[in-house]
Every structure is written in C-alpha cells, then in structure tokens.
C-alpha cells in the first residue's frame, strides 16, 4: 500500500503563483510514474502533468510552458510548480501515484484562480 498526501493550493489571483506539493509513503519501492490531475465542477477529471522515475514529462497542452513538474525519488515526492495561472485552472487537484498493481489517488486539494 502507498499512502499520499497533497498540500499546497488556495486562492491566487490571476497571473499568479502556485506550488502543489505530493508525499507519498508506505511501500514506496513499488511506485514508477507520479503525475497532477485536476476537476473543474461539471468537468471530468484531467491529467494536467506526469513524471515518469526516470523523469520524463508530459503537459496538457493547456498548461505548457506555465507549469513544471519534478519529482525527488529519494524523498517520494512530486512537486506541481504553476505559474501564469489563469482563472480556467480552478480545479481540485489530485496527486497520483502509479504502483506495480495499482494506482494511487491523494485526497485532492483546492487551487481557485480569481481576482
């Protein structure tokens, strides 16, 4: 079993700055790729950024070039850095981590971009 936990997020005004950050603990030898998804309300859930453990990436079109993903795996933590944000990323978001069997989800974490 791996447990995660997101911290991080809140309200930010357009333009602005964000850092998502993601723990993940327990059986942690098993874990391979770490990503960010988000849901806007009414929406269906997204992948916004994954990291593989050998730190390759992958964006939304919608966010590249305003946020960056990495990932310590000594630490088991992925980092959500979001900048330029814009008020269409308001959106829970969910830290998720891939197992040999399974995939894990945090509980999520609120970001809301308004003025």
């Known amino acids: 079993q791996v447990q995660v936990v997101e911290s991080g997020g809140g309200l930010v005004q357009p333009g602005g700055s964000l850092r998502l950050s993601c723990a993940a603990s327990?059986?942690?030898?098993?874990?391979?790729?770490m990503g960010w998804y988000r849901q806007a309300p009414g929406k269906e859930r997204e992948s916004v950024a994954t990291i593989t453990s050998g730190e390759r990436t992958n964006y939304a079109d919608s966010v590249k070039g305003r946020f960056t993903i990495s990932r310590d795996n000594a630490k088991n933590t992925v980092i959500l850095q979001m900048n330029s944000l814009e008020p269409e990323d308001t959106a829970i978001y969910y830290c998720?981590?891939?197992?040999?069997?399974?995939?894990?989800w945090g509980q999520g974490t609120q970001v809301t971009v308004s003025s």
């Open positions: 327990g059986s942690t030898f098993s874990i391979r790729a």
């Open positions: 998720n981590v891939e197992g040999l069997l399974r995939t894990y």
